[in-house]
Nanobody, 121 residues
Framework: VQLQASGGGLVQAGGRLRLTCAAS????????VGWFRQAPGKEREFVAT????????YYEQSVRGRFTISRDNEKKTVYLQMNSLKPEDTAVYFC???????????????WGPGTQVTVSS
């Protein structure tokens, strides 16, 4: 599975962005897909994940109620809708695929290049 994240940019606090993770590979629909982020000087952290069907999702506590993850297996795409953005959401965002799913980085073996999200105050 190959992944490519896009949709990042510069937005003011309170604004919104939608990130897109485009995938290639025949078995995409069998993988859980997660979003992670890494701020300067910090470790990469879990943001959200959805299971293979999109029927179950899980969020990191600080984004719960503001971010929504969804997927379209026919389009081989996963989205992260980010609303009410805060300066602390500023980071490079990555999407990744996993057979296991969950919030552990080491469960995810397929990663794409990240996309920068910058939220100004």
């Amino acid at each position: 599975v190959q992944l490519q994240a896009s949709g990042g940019g510069l937005v003011q606090a309170g604004g919104r962005l939608r990130l897109t993770c485009a995938a290639s590979g025949r078995t995409f629909s069998t993988y859980a897909v997660g979003w992670f982020r890494q701020a300067p000087g910090k470790e990469r952290e879990f943001v959200a994940t959805t299971n293979w069907s999109g029927g179950a999702s899980y969020y990191e506590q600080s984004v719960r109620g503001r971010f929504t993850i969804s997927r379209d297996n026919e389009k081989k795409t996963v989205y992260l809708q980010m609303n009410s953005l805060k300066p602390e959401d500023t980071a490079v965002y990555f999407c990744a695929a996993s057979i296991l799913g969950g919030n552990e980085l080491n469960h995810y073996h397929y990663w794409g290049p990240g996309t920068q999200v910058t939220v100004s105050s």
